[in-house]
């Protein structure tokens, strides 16, 4: 079945360590999108690709980075993570042939920072 | 993005129908009218959208008011997996901008008992 997959599921890292959370997918999308939810909170869109075209939300803190090398892969790279940023990480895509096409989302990967 | 306005939590029993509301008095002309679900330890998940007509699809129907001010989703029969946290959400459906974002609000969350 076509799917958002993100890997690995749990990530713990150390305060100040770099880590990178990893999203393929089989749909074909031309759109991908990094999410971030805090516990009992709603999810908040850090930054998307339309293709290569990277657009990043103005409130996103400058410790996230994201790179697309290629349409099936996106990745969200924490330069130094702080004990604030434990959260779920969700990636999710859509087609870019409408807005309305809806968004699918990964399982997320749970981010703890001892 | 518009806003709308969804009570913190429902409850409901298992195979009874749910009417889950939502207000969006400042929706604008071209919002389309999207709902997402969350389960636990899971992604969202697209359950429908509609922009003035009601919709039905498998998932649930989504009744629009005629004044598009307020819409409900409807489940017909809740089941123990329709226990999640539901997300109406407005999407500019204008094309030839640069927005695909979706943007959550903080949901209903839906607890259904045996």
């Known amino acids: 079945d076509a799917m958002v997959i993100q890997n690995p599921r749990y990530q713990v890292t150390q305060f100040g360590k770099p880590v990178t959370l990893s999203c393929s997918q089989t749909?074909?999308?031309?759109?991908m999108y990094w999410y971030q939810q805090k516990s009992s909170q709603a999810p908040k869109l850090l930054f998307h690709y339309y293709d290569k075209d990277f657009n990043n939300e103005a409130d996103t803190p400058d410790n996230f980075q994201s790179r697309r090398p290629n349409t099936s892969f996106c990745f969200l790279d924490i330069r130094s993570p702080g004990l604030g940023d434990a959260a779920m990480y969700l990636c999710?895509?859509?087609?870019?042939?409408?807005?309305?096409?809806?968004?699918?989302f990964g399982n997320g990967t749970r981010l703890t920072v001892t | 993005d518009a806003k709308t306005t969804q009570p913190n939590s429902m409850e409901s029993n298992e195979e009874e129908p749910v009417h889950l509301p939502c207000n969006h008095s400042t929706i604008s002309g071209t919002d389309y009218i999207h709902w997402y679900r969350q389960l636990p330890s899971q992604g969202p998940e697209y359950v429908i959208h509609g922009l003035t007509s009601n919709v039905n699809n498998r998932m649930a129907s989504l009744a629009i008011a005629e004044d598009r001010k307020s819409s409900t989703l409807i489940l017909h029969r809740a089941t123990l997996r329709d226990a999640a946290v539901y997300y109406c959400i407005l999407r500019d459906g204008e094309t030839g901008g640069s927005n695909y974002k979706l943007t959550f609000g903080k949901g209903t969350l839906l607890t259904v008992n045996p």
């Open positions: 749909l074909n999308h031309n759109v």
């Open positions: 999710a895509t859509s087609s870019a042939g409408s807005y309305n096409s809806p968004l699918h």
